[in-house]
């Protein structure tokens, strides 16, 4: 799996975001941003935020929700969270559920 970013840019943009869409060929397109944040764009159109970081030594993906009902900045904010969480020990799935 290769994630792409943005060619002006390491970051993802909202005018990105807004307007990309799926490059035809099979499987989902993914969009790096930082702090874990990846922006996974279907074949049939739709996006959706995904959270990837370790936690107790294994990757986990978390879903953030889906564009535009979650915003770049919610996504960037949640991601930066859980980040932060995993990083100090903790489990983001365990806050989640909270």
């Not at 799926?22 to 922006?39: F, N, P, V």
């Not at 935020?49 to 993906?61: A, H, L």
């Amino acid at each position: 799996m290769t994630l792409k970013t943005p060619k002006s840019t390491a970051r993802l943009s909202g005018l990105f975001v807004r307007n990309v869409g799926h490059s035809g060929r099979t499987g989902a397109d993914k969009y790096g941003d930082q702090h874990g944040l990846i922006l996974r764009v279907l074949p049939s159109g739709s996006k959706q935020w995904i959270w990837r970081g370790t936690v107790g030594g294994k990757r986990v993906d978390l879903g953030l929700g889906g564009y535009p009902y979650v915003t770049l900045a919610d996504a960037r904010q949640k991601a930066f969270e859980y980040r932060k969480t995993a990083r100090s020990g903790g489990d983001p799935r365990l806050a989640r559920r909270a």
